[in-house]
């Protein structure tokens, strides 16, 4: 678990600095870039975790991360979609990734139980 979590904070924090840019310029390219890698690392974290069969004490709390890293896929799908279409929106709308919380509140929930993930 522990692994699979730096290799997913390790994709985040590979994010930054993000910037939202007109579709189609070079900077909206290189965060496309930057959101596919980030994307892919993901997808390879939640299929791995949703794998894992947690003890009966923190079995909420683990579907819990599992929905939270899913939805932060999805977040990013979309990111993605913006960056590569454009919109009217501001970009900050779709860059607050909300699944970031739920993934923090499951971890410090497991932790707080007494099981080591991070």
């Not at 678990?1 to 310029?25: C, D, F, H, W």
Request: without cysteine.
């Amino acid at each position: 678990m522990k692994r699979l979590g730096n290799q997913l904070v390790g994709s985040i924090e590979g994010l930054y600095p993000l910037v939202g840019s007109p579709a189609g310029t070079d900077n909206a390219k290189e965060t496309v870039r930057k959101l596919e890698k980030t994307r892919a690392v993901v997808t390879t974290v939640s299929a791995k975790i949703a794998e894992i069969a947690p003890p009966a004490p923190v079995r909420a709390e683990h579907a819990r991360l599992v929905r939270g890293v899913s939805a932060l896929g999805r977040q990013l799908d979309k990111l993605i979609e913006v960056q590569e279409r454009g919109t009217l929106r501001d970009f900050g709308i779709y860059s607050h990734f909300a699944s970031l919380v739920t993934i923090s509140k499951a971890t410090r929930a497991i932790q707080k139980k007494g099981y080591a993930i991070g």
